[in-house]
Each structure stands twice: as structure tokens, then as C-alpha cells.
């Protein structure tokens, strides 16, 4: 993976701006004053009296707004995979071969209830399916359908405790050169949204462990490198002090964005 940035070419398209408008208008409407009052630092700009650009305005107003859902004729003919291809771990390994019958979800950290979920539970869960678009910022597309247990639900079970801010993805891929683990995070107000996924199928089959078997997030609204693969781990922290690991993510600790939105 090399060039993890978006170019302001890329971001100011004319087509762009006008999703980006979209977006904006349709959450002030879904949303109302309400959902902008909730963001902690809408408030003090209106305060500072400083004019909303359309620019902020999405930012705050996309939060809360949902990602364009396309239809089965618009599903790419293959789904390509990036980073990661399969785990060069034993324990990982040993889990596929068994087909992941072993493979537990670990949730912990700031929970009331730590629990470990098997993929059989999860599957068991209210389900959401979303044929969505993933941008890689390496410059490709690609349109699938996934299946998955909405975060939401497991998060309802293990019950976060207030001081929980952020939910932290730890993968099972080593970086090769980084002595470390592939991971990612999100916050609160991600991970409740109803399109946040824990997804088990794409395209109508078991996740294929290049695309991240047994399970990987889908966070719609932002970059692929925040839709962490081989999760064998949730942590709920109040910082990212508390794991020891710099600004949050892999991509995020060699430089790139946190917030990925699109
Ligand atoms: N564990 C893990 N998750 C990962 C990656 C990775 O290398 N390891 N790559 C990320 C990047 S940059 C992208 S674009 C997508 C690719 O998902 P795909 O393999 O299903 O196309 O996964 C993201 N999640
Ligand atoms: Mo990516």
C-alpha cells in the first residue's frame, strides 16, 4: 500500500461537491437542529459566530446521514481484495482450518459485560444486509453486498460504560517491517450507526478470508482502511492512550486521517 491520501482534485469534484451538498441538505432534514445540537463542538462554532462553510456543514451534518445504497444490478463482478490477502499468523491459521468454528469475538475494555461471541452467535443476531460502495484511497471502487450483525446489537449486550468513547478493532494480520498488528477504531457516535456492520457474507457467500474471514466492519461513510478485517477483538477505551497505540489505526499511525469520511 503506498499512497493513502486523497488529492484535493479528487475531493473538489464537481460530483463530489454535489454529494457532499446532498448529503448536507438531506441530514439537516433527517436530523433537524437536533442532531447538530448533540455534536459536542457544533455549539461553540455558532457561538463564535463564525458563518458555516458548506464544508463544515457536512462535516457535521454527514455524521449522522446514511451512506448511498445501490441495488444488485449496480454489484461490482468481483470484489477485489487490498492489504492483507491472509493472515500470516499461526493462531490464525489454525482457526481457518477448522473454518473458524473456534474463532471467538472477544468484547471487552469499558464494558459492564465482556462477552465472547462464536461466529454461530453472531449469525443468530438481527442481521442487516447493504449493498454499499467502498472507496480505497489508493484510487478504487468496488460495490457489494454484506450481511453482517449490526455493531449496535453487540454493543447493546455488553453494555459500554459512559466513559467509553471509542470502539478499537484488533485484527489478526502482522505488518509486516511494523512488528504489530493490523488495527482500527471508531467512535460512539459510528459505531451505533445502523449501517455499522460486523459482516460475515459478501455477495451472498461467506466472507472469503481475503476479504477479511471470519469478520470485518463495514463503516460506510469512510475509507476501506477503517473496514478492519480479521477481527478477533473489540476494546472499548476512553482513549487511545489506553491501548498503547498511537493515533488509533494502522494507516493512522503511519500518518493518515482518523476521520476518513466521504
Ligand atoms: N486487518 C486488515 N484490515 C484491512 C486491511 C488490512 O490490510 N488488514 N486493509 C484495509 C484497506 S486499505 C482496504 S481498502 C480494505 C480492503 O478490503 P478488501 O480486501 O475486502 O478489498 O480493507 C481494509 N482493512
Ligand atoms: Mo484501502
Given amino acids: ?62 455524521r449522522k446521514s446514511m451512506a448511498e445504497e445501490f441495488t444488485e444490478r449496480d454489484l461490482s463482478p468481483t470484489f477485489r481484495s487490498n492489504g492483507t490477502g491472509n493472515p500470516n499468523d499461526a493462531a490464525y491459521q489454525a482457526l481457518a482450518q477448522a473454518g473458524f468454528s473456534n474463532w471467538q469475538l472477544q468484547v471487552d475494555g469499558l464494558v459492564e459485560q465482556p462477552m465472547g461471541f462464536s461466529l454461530e452467535q453472531l449469525r443468530a443476531m438481527r442481521s442487516r444486509v447493504q449493498i454499499t460502495r467502498h472507496d480505497c484511497v489508493e484510487g478504487w471502487s ?20 459512559a466513559a467509553a468513547r471509542f470502539v478499537v478493532f484488533h485484527c489478526a494480520d502482522p505488518m509486516d517491517g511494523h512488528g504489530t498488528k493490523y488495527y ?66 494502522y494507516w493512522e499511525d503511519q500518518g493518515y486521517e482518523w476521520y476518513a469520511g466521504i
Fill in 142 to 161: 468496488a460495490i457489494g453486498k454484506w450481511k453482517g450483525v449490526p455493531l449496535a446489537d453487540v454493543l447493546t449486550l455488553v453494555r459500554p460504560i
Fill in 184 to 249: 482500527e477504531s471508531i467512535d460512539m457516535e459510528d459505531a451505533y450507526h445502523p449501517q455499522t456492520i460486523l459482516a460475515y457474507e459478501l455477495n451472498d457467500a461467506t466472507l472469503p478470508i481475503a476479504n477479511g474471514a471470519p469478520l470485518r466492519v463495514r463503516v460506510e461513510r469512510q475509507l476501506g482502511y477503517k473496514m478492519a478485517k480479521y477481527i478477533m477483538r473489540l476494546q472499548l477505551v476512553d482513549s487511545f492512550a489506553a491501548i498503547g497505540r498511537g493515533r488509533g489505526g
Fill in 1 to 62: 500500500m503506498s499512497a493513502h491520501r486523497e488529492s484535493p482534485a479528487d475531493s473538489e469534484s464537481p460530483g463530489r461537491l454535489r454529494r457532499n451538498l446532498l448529503t448536507a441538505v438531506g441530514g439537516l432534514l433527517l436530523g433537524g437542529c437536533d442532531a447538530l445540537s448533540r455534536t459536542d463542538w457544533f455549539p461553540g462554532i455558532l457561538k463564535a459566530g463564525e458563518t458555516l462553510s458548506r464544508r463544515v456543514q457536512h462535516a457535521v451534518t454527514a
